[in-house]
């Protein structure tokens, strides 16, 4: 069966502290790996795909990471306004649906 | 970038009422649109995928005559929840890839939070 475990599953973090999410991730054939932002009461908002084992993508000061097994959203120097629930899925191959973990609640202090 | 847009944002409907929610895809046609729930602090739950032109496709353990899929174009699906009671309050996500089939990721809209009273 297609499994996401995202940790922790919260975590505070001072304003500066660079730290990193984590997304595990059992899949029979990995077709990509998705991270999006989500801010309490919206919907998520889109952020990285990756394909391929080794493949890295940045934006500002997130930099998400793949492995064979999962992938990493580090987030270097984080501001208040990082603060969001960070998901992680994994697109299988064929047509099943995507998969989603339960994410992680990010706390970024001033 | 793509836009789904989703209304309303916020409804309070009463028990025995049937609430509509509706998914637009803004600069993009959307041949398939996904509905999802999600409860407090939990992840997104995938209730039924929306086809233009044909049924909806309904997970498992969600009743189809409760809640109605209809995605009449290219551009507009419709969730409609029927005889909504207490236990339907929750979040719903509407999201839509620009192709579907590839490696194109989701695009959401904002949520609709129901409230059955």
């Known amino acids: 069966e297609d499994q996401v475990t995202q940790s922790p599953e919260a975590l505070r973090l001072q304003e500066g502290e660079s730290s990193s999410l984590n997304c595990s991730y059992t899949?029979?054939?990995?077709?990509?790996l998705f991270w999006y932002r989500q801010d309490p009461g919206k919907g998520p908002e889109f952020l990285f795909t990756?394909?391929?084992a080794g493949e890295e993508k940045e934006k500002e000061r997130l930099k998400a990471t793949l492995t064979k097994k999962e992938s990493f959203l580090h987030i270097t120097a984080p501001k208040p306004e990082d603060s969001a629930t960070y998901l992680c899925?994994?697109?299988?191959?064929?047509?099943?649906?995507?998969?989603f973990g339960k994410g992680t609640r990010l706390s970024v202090i001033a | 970038g793509a836009v789904v847009s989703q209304h309303p944002s916020r409804v309070i409907c009463k028990s025995g009422t049937s609430v509509k929610i509706e998914c637009r895809s803004l600069?993009?046609?959307?041949?398939?649109m996904f509905w999802y729930r999600q409860f407090p602090k939990q992840s997104l739950m995938l209730m039924a995928t929306?086809?233009?032109?044909?049924?909806?496709?309904?997970e498992q353990g969600v009743e189809k005559d409760k809640f109605l899929i209809n995605h009449a174009s290219l551009t507009l699906s419709t969730l409609t929840v029927t005889s909504a009671h207490p236990e339907d309050s929750s979040f719903y996500i509407c999201?839509?890839?620009?192709?579907?089939?590839?490696?194109?990721?989701?695009?959401f809209g904002n949520g609709t939070r129901l409230t059955v009273t």
């Open positions: 990756l394909y391929s």
């Open positions: 929306s086809n233009e032109g044909s049924k909806a496709t309904y």
């Open positions: 899925a994994v697109q299988p191959f064929g047509n099943t649906p995507l998969v």
């Open positions: 999201s839509a890839p620009t192709v579907f089939g590839g490696n194109s990721p989701l695009h």
């Open positions: 600069d993009f046609q959307a041949t398939t």
């Open positions: 899949v029979s054939g990995l077709r990509g």
